[in-house]
């Protein structure tokens, strides 16, 4: 808000409060809402592969289809792999934990391609990482805050108590609210969008680790199956 403010709050500082709420929805709350909610229908395992390998197999098609990027034989065979990847995990939700499973993989995969779509439109339309973090952090306070309170109500954030709400500022509102967006804009401006996109590469294996260590998730053999497919991909993505 106060860069917002700095900046001017009338247009957002230039982006505009259309694109600006359009970059919201692909970035802020929305974003969040469709994978949280992810979690609730399948196992870790899933959400920390499937989200970032849909957002870097949309990426790669909307680099080359948007921006014109190259589309080497290598990204072609890393898009397959990635593609094999994601369908042994909707394998395993069919099998083992019902249509409900593939709703949850689904939601993976939709908020994987909103991120997918929001570097796309960061690299279109010329947009600093500043920029957007001011503009999804105004658009979060003055519309999506007011929203939630009429819909659902704080009821249930004031009964968490201070220490927890203190938590989920830094976790929620820092280290995965402004950080990833302000950091994946700036790779995009240096690396394309096409290339930074390939970059949530690094999040399945540091999911694996710390879901391991703090919440005691050993993943299923298809679950790791998966993964290796879809590193494998991620790696000739990258070439």
């Excluded at 010329?126 to 503009?135: E, L, T, Y």
């Excluded at 402004?178 to 390939?198: C, E, K, S």
Aim: with cysteine.
């Amino acid at each position: 808000m106060p860069l917002a403010l700095r900046d001017g709050i009338k247009d957002l500082g230039g982006l505009g409060w259309g694109r600006g709420l359009f970059m919201s929805l692909l970035s802020g709350p929305p974003q969040a809402l469709i994978a949280y909610t992810g979690f609730i229908l399948v196992p870790l395992g899933h959400g920390t592969t499937i989200q970032p390998a849909t957002a870097a197999l949309c990426g790669i098609v909307l680099a080359a289809v948007v921006l014109r990027e190259r589309l080497s034989s290598s990204r072609i065979l890393g898009g397959v792999a990635i593609t094999a990847g994601l369908m042994v995990f909707g394998f395993e939700s069919l099998m083992t934990i019902g249509t409900h499973g593939i709703g949850g993989d689904l939601l993976f995969a939709l908020a994987g391609a909103f991120w997918a779509l929001f570097g796309i439109l960061l690299r279109q339309w010329n947009i600093s990482g500043m920029r957007v973090v001011a503009a999804v952090g105004a658009i979060s306070v003055l519309i999506f805050a007011p929203l939630h309170a009429v819909l659902v109500g704080y009821e249930g954030i004031w009964r968490m108590g201070f220490a927890e709400n203190l938590l989920q500022i830094a976790v929620q509102g820092i280290v995965a609210g402004v950080l990833p967006i302000f950091l994946f804009a700036r790779a995009v401006t240096l690396l394309g969008a096409g290339r930074a996109a390939t970059f949530p590469a690094l999040v399945p294996g540091f999911s694996l680790i710390i879901g391991f260590l703090a919440l005691g998730v050993i993943p299923s053999i298809a679950q790791l199956v998966g993964l290796a497919i879809v590193l494998i991909g991620f790696r000739l993505t990258l070439r």
